[in-house]
């Protein structure tokens, strides 16, 4: 985890809901559970406690931010603001669906903030996502939290 604050950025931005879920897009899977969690085990019925939710919330994060350092070493090398951004938006998309963002990290490695911003709002995931999306890029432009 990079602050203490994305944890709960990631709450508010993912929400938290104890029964699964399918996926909004989808109206099937993947299915999820507490605070964006998925995985094979997640299926309609299922239920949770706060703390399960929370645990996996953690253990989820902590997975995001060990595969952004394998296949971003740099990443931890930004503020901590904007490594927030990077772990939030790998949250939400997976590490792969980050990659998939190459003009955009290759600014964001080139500290060309306001680069980076607005191709974070030029993508399909700003307008399914909108205000995250306008934080999370205001943080990347900025360094600092809105």
Known sequence: MTTPRLIADLR????????????????????????GHTGLEVRPGLVWTEAQAEEALTSDL???????????????????????????????????GLLRFGQTLESIRARRWDAAANGMLASAWAGQVGARARRLAEQMRTGARP
Request: hydrophobic share 40%; aromatic share 8%.
């Open 62 to 96: 902590a997975a995001v931010c060990r595969a952004l350092d394998a296949r971003l070493p740099w990443w931890r090398q930004l503020d901590d603001a904007r490594q927030d951004v990077l772990a939030n938006m790998a949250f939400n998309l997976g590490v792969g």
């Open 12 to 35: 508010a931005d993912e929400g938290c809901r104890l029964e699964a879920y399918p996926d909004p897009l989808t109206g099937g899977s993947p299915w999820t559970i507490g605070c």
